[in-house]
């Protein structure tokens, strides 16, 4: 579609598909990046005991309070969101917090349209906010990442009161 409204608008060019090109490698391969950097670091974690060490950590969280273990998993997910990919997250968290959610008497279905909610949330907050790199890369020089991260408050506030909602009346 965007190739071909390039072509009749006449600026299809080599030069731009070279360039384009480019970009792409150069996006796709800093996301790929991440990506493994996140594998490796949850991979140490696990052989860490890791996941022995939260899942207890969580269940005697808040006198086993249903709600306060669930708002502690959110809060968890929300502040790994600021550092690392949706995928390396849900390698990290889903093998502990399933188990849990489970045991709390918490529908499965529920908790995976919750945990992609929070991760939407993580993809517009700093420091890593990968959307707010996309937007940098395709935006005019002079709009600046803070420019962005600014204009993104409003969704992210947003998105936070749908998160709340959300969880107090699944």
């Known amino acids: 579609g965007i190739a071909l409204s390039t072509w ?14 480019i970009q792409t490698l ?3 391969g800093m996301i790929i990046w991440i990506g493994v950097g996140a594998s490796l670091i949850v991979g ?8 022995r060490f939260v899942e207890n950590m969580l269940l005697n969280f808040g006198g086993g309070s249903p709600l306060a273990i669930l708002l ?17 997250i849900a390698l990290l968290t889903m093998p502990i917090f399933v188990p ?7 529908d499965p279905v529920w908790f995976g349209v919750v945990f992609c909610l929070n991760m939407q949330i993580s993809f517009l907050t700093p420091p890593f906010g ?18 962005i ?8 506030v947003l998105q936070l ?10």
């Not at 009749?8 to 090109?21: I, K, M």
């Not at 502690?72 to 390396?88: K, N, R, S």
């Not at 991260?149 to 992210?156: D, E, K, S």
């Open 100 to 106: 849990i959610i489970l045991q709390l008497g918490y």
């Open 161 to 170: 009161f749908v998160l709340a909602i959300l969880l107090f009346f699944p």
């Open 130 to 147: 990968p959307a707010a790199f996309y937007l940098k890369s395709v935006a005019p020089p002079d709009i600046t990442l803070g420019n």
């Open 72 to 88: 502690l998993m959110m809060a968890i997910l929300f502040v790994l969101g600021l550092f690392l990919d949706w995928v390396g």
């Open 8 to 21: 009749l608008r006449g600026e299809l060019n080599w030069t731009l598909l070279r360039d384009s090109a």
């Open 44 to 51: 140490v974690y696990n052989l860490m005991g890791g996941m």
């Open 149 to 156: 991260y600014g204009a993104l408050l409003p969704f992210i």
């Open 26 to 28: 150069r996006t796709c």
